[in-house]
């Protein structure tokens, strides 16, 4: 199925052909009109330049007219082998279409609202027919069933034709073209851009890298730079200000030759505090007693500080350097 924007704005059309595997672009007057542009042929000739196949209005109110236009635009210098001339349905419309396919020149006939005109413009030899889905629905009318006929009279007769399914709305409108089998569909922007969304992708695609992070990266690649130590014998007044300058939560105890005796944690000031009153800070450091602290060496992958935050239920690891500590892991850093 040819996939095609929908646009006549130059920011959508350059970020949409990124993609690389758009077949086409189909414009309108409305959208020019819309988007404030006063040198349409100007506009037609960039276009021309920016995309693979062009889908432009040639208008006109007999079928004379709509060749002339159609002969005029090509004298800008479009190629005719990469231009389609959008006709819309009427007896003098087909009847340009088969004028311009004599010619060898892409038609597609469009603004069909019924399976009679979507006939008289394969039997015109019609390159595209483009049923307006959107604008039908509006109307109350069944436009899915409609572009279902167009399809089977296609496939059915052998009519050289692509039905093309326009006038779209929203991401449903493009399952409806794929379950209808549609030929071709012409796609805006702000709709485009949505179809590879989804929230269990996304969950999914944010679960890889988190699980990717942790079995490639190393605890000292994302440790914070932040690392309060403190000695032993320090008073806690002094612990409490230098945690208090480096806005952690914790502080590292060490003996004089800078091996680990504890860890230190907020929490445990204000357990000391509610316990003995404001006397205790006076005490050393050396006066409380401590258990072994969770650690992980530096060098570590972090899928092992990971499962310690897991199973332990811990915010804060202490890492280490063989005995010698280099700082704090919050679980914070594991989502960086």
């Avoid at 572009?147 to 089977?152: D, E, R, S």
């Avoid at 897991?310 to 914070?332: A, E, F, R």
Wanted: charged share 25%.
């Amino acid at each position: 199925m040819e996939l095609y924007l929908d646009s006549a704005d130059l920011k959508e059309i350059e970020e949409a052909f990124k993609l690389g595997f758009l077949d086409g672009l189909t414009t309108t007057p409305t959208f020019m009109h819309r988007g404030g542009v006063t040198d349409v042929d100007a506009l037609i000739v960039k276009l021309s330049k920016m995309v693979p196949v062009l889908q432009i209005e040639a208008l006109g109110s007999t079928a004379e007219e709509v060749v002339k236009e159609a002969q005029r635009q090509l004298k800008l210098g479009l190629d005719p082998k990469k231009t389609v001339f959008k006709i819309p349905v009427s007896l003098e419309g087909v009847r340009a279409c088969r004028m311009l396919r004599n010619e060898g020149l892409l038609v597609n006939v469009h603004l069909v609202y019924t399976l009679q005109q979507a006939y008289m413009a394969m039997k015109a030899g019609a390159t595209y027919v483009c049923p307006l889905v959107g604008r039908l629905q509006d109307q109350g009318h069944d436009a899915l069933d409609l572009v279902g006929q167009c399809v089977y009279a296609v496939d059915h007769f052998g009519y050289d034709t692509k039905i093309m399914f326009s006038s779209v709305r929203n991401a449903e409108h493009i399952r409806n073209a794929i379950n209808l089998g549609v030929h071709t569909i012409t796609v805006p922007w702000k709709v485009m851009k949505g179809l590879t969304d989804n929230n269990l992708t996304t969950l999914g695609t944010e679960q890889f890298i988190e699980h990717t992070r942790l079995v490639t990266m190393k605890v000292k690649d994302v440790i914070n730079p932040v690392n309060p130590v403190v000695n032993i014998n320090t008073v806690l007044t002094e612990a409490i200000i230098k945690m208090t300058e480096y806005g952690f939560g914790a502080i590292t105890l060490t003996d004089n030759d800078g091996n680990v005796k504890g860890i230190f944690t907020d929490g445990d000031m204000r357990r000391a505090i509610q316990k003995e009153g404001q006397d205790v800070l006076k005490k050393r450091m050396s006066d409380f007693s401590y258990g072994t602290p969770l650690s992980v060496q530096q060098n570590d992958p972090l899928t092992v500080a990971n499962d310690i935050f897991k199973h332990k239920h811990v915010d804060t690891i202490l890492v280490l350097d063989g005995t010698k500590p280099v700082g704090m892991l919050d679980i914070q850093d594991l989502a960086q």
